[in-house]
């Protein structure tokens, strides 16, 4: 009897030990990302007059992702709501050089902040309340050596799901080209990302029916959800061989901008422990940004119309993607917490 009630009472200490490990380990992680995340948005305070379009994005889902998280934050222990009064205070930061930030965008560039002012509104972006794996038996067998979209067109495509490709215009428009160009196979990089946006953003502005003129009997079957299992499916094959072939100046931004989105999207094997420690170590600890490079001037690596390396040399687009995608991880980490959080079915 006592070597029973012994080895019950062995198993019972260790059990807390393990999980004050784990929730240690957890807190520690958090109090990671909200420092990194204060810095982003320290470097936001003071650039706010010269972020683009792209840039104030990646922050507004950022500011999505935080309201979330104070809005579920489990109610666990002291140093955890402690860790919720300090996302609270950033927040409202964020709130207020956001507000800045939005409002020089539509003087410096008013036709470009018409076309895609839903995107700025923090309400637009939907947090995922369940989470699912990836699938490997969805990725391609070969994919083009070459880009398959054109930026014009892609954001041409989007200006009709949002209905602001004219004023008062209809939303929900979904011309042949685009549904080609969005359902084309074998895409690579920033293609498949701007295909899944595309298909997130319908989704959140309330398109339902998008692949109504699809009338091909090979794509019968698939619908707007299963193009995004199929897209981040192959994001994450990209990921998995960014982080083999050795991560570089050339491959940072497609790498964390597959994190973000499909994070967003709900897939959770996105959010791996060693890719996080991979962006956290990118932050400049100088001025808070990402992507920063002190001799460079101009965009090097990443073909983007707008985008914007700022007179300190900091990406515009990757600090962008970088905070936001350092949001989801928080609220990746919440939902572990929260046994209420189901996984996609």
């Known amino acids: 009897m006592f070597n029973i009630l ?29 420092g990194s995340l204060s810095r982003g948005v320290t470097f936001l305070e003071q650039q706010h007059a010269h972020i683009n379009l792209d840039g104030a994005v990646g922050y507004v889902m950022l500011q999505a992702e935080l ?8 109610h666990s222990d002291p140093l955890s ?7 609270v205070a950033l927040l409202r ?18 036709k470009y902040y018409r076309e895609f002012e839903p995107l700025l509104s923090w309400s637009f972006w939907l947090i995922p309340q369940r989470w699912g794996p990836t699938d490997p038996s969805l990725v391609y067998s070969s994919t083009l050596s070459s880009e398959c979209y054109d930026e014009q067109l892609s954001d041409k495509c989007l200006t009709l799901l949002l209905g602001t490709w004219k004023m008062n215009g209809t939303p929900c428009i979904v011309t042949k080209p685009c549904r080609d160009t969005m359902t084309r196979f074998g895409c690579p990089h920033y293609s498949l990302s701007h295909q899944l946006l595309y298909f997130m953003i319908g989704n959140m502005n309330g398109c339902s029916e998008m692949l109504k003129g699809d009338t091909r009997a090979s794509r019968v079957n698939i619908s707007e959800l299963h193009y995004q299992q199929i897209y981040c499916s192959n994001m994450m094959k990209t990921n998995q061989d960014v982080v083999r072939h050795g991560l570089s100046e050339q491959t940072l931004d497609i790498f964390i901008e597959n994190i973000l989105i499909c994070g967003l999207a709900g897939f959770s094997d996105f959010y791996k422990s060693d890719w996080l420690q991979h962006i956290l170590r990118l932050q400049d600890a100088e001025v808070g940004c990402f992507g920063r490079d002190r ?14 390396i700022l007179p300190d040399g900091c990406s515009s687009h990757m600090t962008a993607v970088a905070v936001g995608a350092l949001g989801g991880y928080l609220n990746s980490y919440l939902a572990e917490q929260d046994i209420t959080k189901r996984p996609l079915s």
């Open 81 to 87: 709501w402690a860790q919720r009064t300090s996302t």
């Open 6 to 34: 012994f080895i019950n009472l062995f198993f019972l200490c260790f059990l807390v030990l393990l999980l004050n490990a784990v929730c240690g380990s957890r807190a520690e992680v958090i109090d990671d990302l909200l």
């Open 67 to 74: 309201k979330e998280a104070v809005r579920t934050w489990p």
């Open 295 to 308: 001799d460079q001037t101009e965009p090097h690596h990443r073909v983007k119309r707008r985008e914007k």
């Open 93 to 110: 930061r964020l709130d207020q050089s956001l507000e800045k930030a939005i409002a020089a965008l539509k003087e410096n560039d008013p």
